[in-house]
């Protein structure tokens, strides 16, 4: 389904086969249980430790792989092709542990990224807050500093890995009246005293992945756990973010490929009217514009894969990555749906779940709206 790819070295290659087995052997056998539990499994995150698979690209010093963010692409494309939902590996490692890294203390680095990358420590970040959304400058929630510590209140809403984590990045006002300027970066162990999860939220997709809400009452944290300087929370996060919006979009580009395979093996099979529904021209031809789309998605991204590869990635080639990647994939998923007529509504099919799962893409990492607006600044 490819063209031919040259952006990935021999290692990569040989890390993709290791994260075909583990996915093939550990996950999906659970997906199932996942679902009922609406979270993934611990012994699942340690395993993925064990084999290397959790921040592979951080230094080996660190606990993790020493490798690039190639290898991090491997595995989000690994993942989208095996159909595996709900297991918050890549934002664990491709999205928080780069905070602590590029910003933290050489103290928060050895304390924190070893049992990250082990699996023992589970790693979240929360940002979003009822009524906010994509704007993070309208934040409220407050980290007041009293001596060696801060004071953290507020709310937060759609925390992946909510339930599960151990570890908080909390987007929080250290100086409400100056605006982006005055948002900090502070890490909160949630066994603190005054910390509190609310209620796992039910959402139309992803079933497994145990998205919830967070409150913050009083939450004493040592300064020692802010990450990076005061103040400097906003410019962080603008830094960080074309890397997480680029990974959406390296797994909507293999989301893409999986869900044309799977309706093109479904159409050469399934008869209607004495042929099969491959056999109409309206199946052809649709099909072969999604086939169109795919190559493009996919030459775009590798063209931008490298250049990431090269920390030459820009804000803007990641809202354009992400808006064509994400919205390609939601137009082509409805039409595969359709293809596949009744069944096309049924869990049980790849189909539907790749529909349910995919359509947050457009919403999560900043919507395509906001996408369009970062795009159009450039104009």
Known sequence: MNP????????HEMYRETVRRFLEKECLPRQEAWDEAGQVDRETWLKAGREGLLCASLPEEYGGGGGDFGHAAVFNEEYARAGVSGANFGMHSDIIAPYIHRIGSEEQKRKWLPKAASGELILAIAMTEPGTGSDLKAIRATAVREGDEYV?????TFISNGLISDLVIVVCKTDPAAGSKGISLIAVEADRAGFRRG????KVGQYAQ???EMFFDNVRVPVANRLGEEGKGFAYLMGELPQERFSIAVSAAARLERALQTTLDYVKDRRVFGQTVWDFQNTKFKLADIKAQAVAVRTMIDYYLAEHMRRRL?????AIAKLFATETLGKALDEMVQLHGGYGYMLEYPIARDFVDMRVTRIYGGTSEVMRELIARKL
């Open 4 to 11: 031919n790819r040259t952006v990935f070295r021999e290692d």
């Open 152 to 156: 953290i209140n507020g709310s937060k």
């Open 199 to 202: 209620r796992k939220l039910k």
């Open 210 to 212: 145990d998205t919830a």
């Open 314 to 318: 820009t804000l803007e080639e990641a």
